[in-house]
Structure formats: C-alpha cells, structure tokens
C-alpha cells in the first residue's frame, strides 16, 4: 500500500520545488546582468581610451565621428563632449545592472530564508504533534 503523503510534506516539497524554479530563473538572470556589466565596462574603456586620443589632437583638428554606417566630420571639443555623454550614460547602465543585480541576489536570499523558517516550523510542528 502506498504511503499517503502528508499536507506538510506536499506544502514543504509545493515550496522547494517553487524555490528551485526561483533560484535557476534569477541564476540565469545573474549571469546575463554580469556579461551585460563586462560588456559596458569594456565599452567604458573604449570610450575613455578614444577621448584620451582625441583630447592630445589640437582643437582646430577635424575628426569624424560613426554614425552607424557613416562618419560625420566634427571637431574635437564636439567629439570630446560627445564621448563624455556616452561615459556618463554607460556608467548609469552599468549602476542600473548593479542594482538590478543586488535586487535579484537580494530575493534569493530571502526566499532561501523563508524556505528555512517554513521547515523549521513544520519540525516544530510534528514535534509537538508527537508529543
């Protein structure tokens, strides 16, 4: 005869099963965050690198700066501040993936935390239905 499974251990087994789902979505979303963050950073020193070949060129100098699949001619304060914009705004993309990150890492935690707290509750429980 088969053993009828109690409502504790279907709600305990409902909870891990949910929790392991939650854990591989946000571990996947985890590693996309930090191939996103590495490939801003590279794009950060790219840019960093470009204003700091542009900024030894004399003032007058004309450059031209990629339009997509053109060059717009323009001159170097124009590129200057231009490359600073981009900086500025990879930089915020880069905060926003870290904080996307600490989010994600955050739940985590916190559903490993309740799953804990759930089985130590029902521990207790049987413990005193025992008794």
């Keep these: 005869m088969a053993a009828v499974a109690s409502p504790a251990d ?3 087994r409902k909870a891990f099963a949910e929790m392991q789902m939650n854990k591989i979505e946000s571990t996947k979303k985890l590693r996309v965050l930090d191939i996103q963050i590495e490939s801003l950073k590279k794009s950060k020193q790219r840019l960093i690198i470009t204003e700091h070949e542009v900024t030894n060129l004399p003032p007058e100098t004309k450059v031209y700066a990629s339009i997509g699949r ?62």
């Design 70 to 131: 053109m060059f717009a001619l323009s001159s170097v304060p124009e590129m200057t501040s231009e490359l600073q914009g981009k900086q500025t705004k990879v930089d915020s993309m880069i905060s926003q993936c870290d904080n996307n990150k600490g989010y994600l890492l955050k739940n985590l935690k916190e559903m490993e935390d309740n799953l804990r707290e759930l089985v130590q509750q029902k521990k207790r429980d049987a413990d005193t239905a025992a008794k």
């Design 10 to 12: 279907l709600e305990l």
